[in-house]
């Protein structure tokens, strides 16, 4: 709503909407045909508008066309239709200004045509078309003194008895005469009433100085009861011919929630009384605003020469206008008395300083001028609402950190007051950056990251770059970080500016592996161990001088590979978040030995016929090569792989080749072939 913040509920009717704020005020806005929005022009507002006649409002509800307020003192508040006696059954079809329908209530909610309050007590008050709904329950509880001038009583306090312990009120009655009533008498009483019909001089101060709430229309008793001045027809008096009375303060509960001139009785003799400068004057004769015909003082504020011992109220009734009373003549007379017997709310203390920063340490106050004498006000300095068993206020005190401060009034027979508070921050400068080690660089294995910052500060960081905040992680002791990253930390310290960052940059890259023993030359068989600095690194390897991928075969670091043969070994490192290794190369050279010499067999020599040589060697996985030309062997000859047949007379050499050793020596010789038979091919000389 346009306007209006701080709405911490809201709540709809047919066609008019309710908003609570954080500061107890409503607002309302929709249709204000009913008087739905607690205004009389009755005109549609598009516009939020405030409630002014009610304060200090905890709870909200909106009905059909009809609003309902719950106050922090219990009291709940209605206005709006009141068609089928959701506010008020038999007055009045609808109010334009909040009426009070409870005063010790903790719940309430509303409907079309219905009102519903949860009592203090555990019982529920139905308003309206509802299911439970047929009258109001009882307002207070207790007993009233009534006192009157005769108790054969005439129609005027008749109708006040009925009235007192009828369906709205409650309240047990005990009735007693002017000359018979004592001051011990209002003990223990809720209310002590006093008729138009006793004779002044026989109550005269008896109730004066009671610490019970008293509620009088004689005119003739104000003054015993320091209410008024003493000069009848000035401080007080009568006016007859009356039938309306002109409301003067309409925002008090004493008005009812009446606005304007109200017609309250039929023709009658009002009671009136001048009122001091700090009672409330509710309602005034209409010709004479001068003259109050309601008109209240608060527990505790001065009356004519005498603080109020409790609530004091004065009424306009005679002796028989209560008979002719109309709705809102009852009305105002509920208020009186439930005003006068509601329990007087102690005022807000004030604390000073305010809620503020401050750059030095401060001396708080708690105050309260208009509290009444016998109040107590009691603190908290951890935000927690005080109780009636917090610490009690009796000397400024000093506060030097961040304090929220709550303070409330108490005293017995008093509503608490609302809480004070005030937040005092302190601002002492910045801290300076934490130090973060070690410093940006390059490591090839998982750093342990270790910060440090005066006493009593408060290290946060971030290792994904962003600047640190109060929810950011708590530094409590030294951290690894396994993956590139950039740490961030802020020092934070109650009443201090949060320090710059300090920053460091780790980039984690992959140790080049190591081989042992590196690549060479060597006359045996190699096992290659294989390590690299950076823990929980995936090596892979190859043995054919291909370039490792991570597709290839893996060796834990400290591990060893076997070479058995010559190759070139090449390995490099991976892991997750960190940059890739170099590259580690070896090329190993094996000299294993000389290859054993050919056997030939059969061997070289003189023949008959045709020979079938074969031709073996001891050195396994060796091969033969062979010629038949009287030539060396060497590694471009015929590879031996079965007997080679000798049909004539030739010149067989073998030599044996095996990877990784010294090439045989060359072995054969002559094979002759003598079959008789005349060779004219001359045989190739050795």
Same mark, same amino acid.
């Given at each position: 709503?346009?306007? #209006? ?111 519903? $309050? ?139 929630? &009446? ?189 342990? #990251? ?23 992680? &708590? ?24 320090? &710059? ?67 070139? &070994? ?73 007997? $080679? ?32 038979? #005349? ?8």
């Amino acid at each position: 709503m346009a306007g #209006v913040d701080r709405i911490i509920d809201v709540s709809a009717g047919d066609e008019h909407s309710l908003a609570l704020r954080e500061d107890g005020s409503v607002w309302a806005w929709g249709a204000n045909d009913r008087g739905q929005l607690g205004s009389s022009d009755r005109a549609q507002h598009d516009s939020a508008l405030r409630v002014d006649a009610i304060q200090d409002v905890v709870a909200i509800a909106a009905g059909g066309s009809h609003s309902v307020a719950l106050l922090r003192d219990g009291s709940v508040w209605a206005w709006g239709s009141n068609d089928r006696g959701e506010i008020a059954p038999g007055a009045e079809p609808e109010f334009d200004a909040p009426r009070r329908i409870s005063s010790s209530a903790v719940a309430i909610a509303a409907g079309d045509g219905t009102t519903a $309050v949860l009592e203090s007590d555990g019982s529920i008050l139905q308003l309206g078309s509802g299911p439970a709904a047929s009258q109001a329950s009882l307002l207070l509880s207790g007993t009233a003194l009534f006192v009157v001038g005769n108790t054969n009583l005439g129609s005027g306090d008749l109708a006040v008895k009925n009235r007192l312990q009828g369906q709205t009120l409650g309240l047990t009655v005990t009735v007693v005469t002017d000359l018979n009533s004592t001051t011990a008498m209002a003990n223990n009483k809720t209310v002590v009433v006093i008729s138009s019909t006793v004779t002044p001089a026989s109550v005269g101060t008896k109730f004066r100085d009671v610490g019970v709430p008293v509620v009088s229309w004689e005119s003739g008793n104000f003054a015993d009861m320091k209410m008024t001045g003493t000069v009848s027809g000035t401080n007080f008096g009568t006016t007859t011919k009356q039938t309306q009375v002109a409301i003067a303060t309409p925002s008090h509960p004493l008005a009812a929630g &009446l606005t304007g001139t109200v017609t309250v009785s039929g023709s009658s003799t009002f009671d009136w009384g001048v009122v001091a400068a700090t009672g409330v004057k509710a309602a005034t004769i209409v010709s004479n605003t001068g003259r109050a015909t309601i008109f209240g003082y608060e527990a505790g504020s001065t009356m004519v020469g005498l603080a109020a011992p409790a609530r004091r109220v004065g009424l306009f009734l005679s002796d028989t206008t209560a008979a002719s009373l109309t709705t809102n003549g009852w009305a105002l007379f509920d208020a009186a008395i439930i005003w006068a017997a509601t329990p007087p709310k102690v005022p807000t203390p004030a604390i000073s300083p305010v809620t503020g920063t401050y750059m030095i340490a401060q001396t708080v106050t708690i105050t309260c001028s208009t509290c009444p004498t016998g109040t107590e006000l009691r603190y908290t300095t951890n935000g927690s609402t005080p109780t009636s068993t917090s610490s009690l206020y009796t000397a400024p005190f000093s506060v030097s950190t961040f304090t929220q401060v709550q303070a409330r009034g108490f005293k017995t027979g008093w509503v608490d007051s609302d809480v004070a508070s005030a937040t005092l921050t302190f601002n002492y400068g910045q801290r300076n950056p934490p130090t973060i080690v070690p410093a940006t660089g390059t490591y090839s294995d998982v750093v342990q #990251v270790t910060m440090s910052a005066p006493a009593g500060d408060e290290i946060r960081y971030t290792t994904n770059g962003s600047t640190p905040t109060q929810n950011s992680t &708590l530094y409590t002791a030294p951290f690894p970080i396994d993956f590139s990253a950039t740490v961030k930390a802020v020092a934070f310290r109650i009443d201090w500016l949060p320090s &710059l960052a300090a920053e460091a940059t780790y980039t984690l890259v992959v140790g080049t592996p190591t081989l042992n023993p590196p690549g060479g030359s060597y006359a045996t068989a190699q096992s290659v161990v294989v390590t690299t600095v950076s823990s929980g690194a995936d090596l892979h390897y190859t043995l054919d001088g291909g370039e490792p991928t991570q597709s290839d075969p893996t060796i834990v670091s400290g591990n060893s590979i076997p070479v058995a043969h010559s190759a070139t &070994l090449k390995v490099r490192g991976w892991r997750s978040g960190w940059t890739t290794s170099g590259l580690a190369t070896g090329t190993y050279l094996l000299s294993l030995g000389t290859a054993a010499t050919p056997i030939l067999s059969p061997a070289p020599a003189t023949f008959t016929s045709s020979q079938s040589v074969s031709m073996s060697t001891a050195t396994n996985g060796a091969v033969i090569r062979y010629t038949t030309d009287g030539t060396d062997p060497d590694f471009r000859s015929p590879l031996y792989s079965s007997p $080679v047949v000798v049909s004539r007379t030739t010149v067989l050499k073998a030599r044996a080749f095996a990877a990784d050793m010294t090439r045989s020596a060359v072995t054969g010789g002559l094979y002759r072939i003598d079959t008789g038979a #005349v060779d004219l091919t001359c045989p190739p000389s050795e």
